[in-house]
Structures are given as C-alpha cells and as structure tokens.
C-alpha cells in the first residue's frame, strides 16, 4: 500500500504504520523544518530503510507512484504536493494540520487529496476542522 501523511510532524503515525505494515511506501509532507526531524526520527527507527528527501528529486517534474516505490519514505516538502502523480495513494492522512489552515488552503488539499488518492478513497481525521469533508469508506 501507498500512504501519505500531510502535516506528518516528526513522522510518528507513518512510523507506527510501517512497522504494521512493512512493505508499505510512505509520503510525508510538511514543513522543511520539521522534515528534518522525520528524517531523524525514521532513521533512527528504520536504520535500514531507504528514505528520500525532497532535494533529492528536486528535478522530477511528476512524482510517480514508481519512483515512490523505491524508497520506504519519501519526505516532501508542502510545495512538492502539486507535482505528485494522479491516484497514487491507497489512503491519505491528516490528523490536525488541516484544521490549522485557512480555508483556501483546507479547499486546496482536499481537491489534491481527491486527485492524488487511487479511486478517490482516503481518510482523513482533522480534530480541529470546521469543514464538512467527504470521507469514503474503503
């Protein structure tokens, strides 16, 4: 499976999500700043894994589920976002960052999360969001 996690902060949900499910590719997105303590942190916990930062294919005009899928985690920052592929992602997360954007922003991931996410499935769970959000089980 093929997850992302926007807003993903040291990276701890994907961690727990990789060690449940290890042949799991994982995409996180966020700030530069705190991509540099996923980056750590997932060392750390995977010292195996191959992980791939933003820089690193910083020459890729799309980012395909392909190049996603030679490296355990891929971490982006949130400009990258626009130049993921379509429908990649078995499930894409959001546990609050969502809820801390305006409401241009909120509309703007939703209609990527939409276009990046396989056959429109995602879950998305924003303890702060004021926005009804379409949600399809899988």
Do not use: W
């Not at 996690?5 to 499910?21: A, F, H, P």
């Amino acid at each position: 499976s093929f997850f992302c996690d926007i807003g993903t902060s040291y990276g701890y949900l994907s961690g727990i999500l990789k060690k449940e499910y290890n042949l799991s590719k994982f995409v996180l997105v966020d700030l530069p700043e705190v991509n540099l303590l996923s980056f750590f942190y997932l060392s750390s916990m995977f010292p195996k894994s191959r992980i791939c930062l933003s820089h690193e294919i910083k020459d890729e005009k799309i980012i395909t589920r392909e190049l996603i899928d030679k490296y355990d985690f891929v971490i982006l920052e949130q400009d990258d976002f626009n130049r993921l592929d379509q429908e990649i992602f078995d499930c894409v997360i959001n546990t609050a960052s969502l809820g801390e954007m305006s409401i241009i922003d909120q509309n703007y991931y939703i209609k990527e999360i939409e276009r990046v996410t396989y056959i429109n499935h995602y879950t998305m769970i924003s303890q702060f969001s004021n926005l009804m959000i379409k949600y399809k089980k899988f």
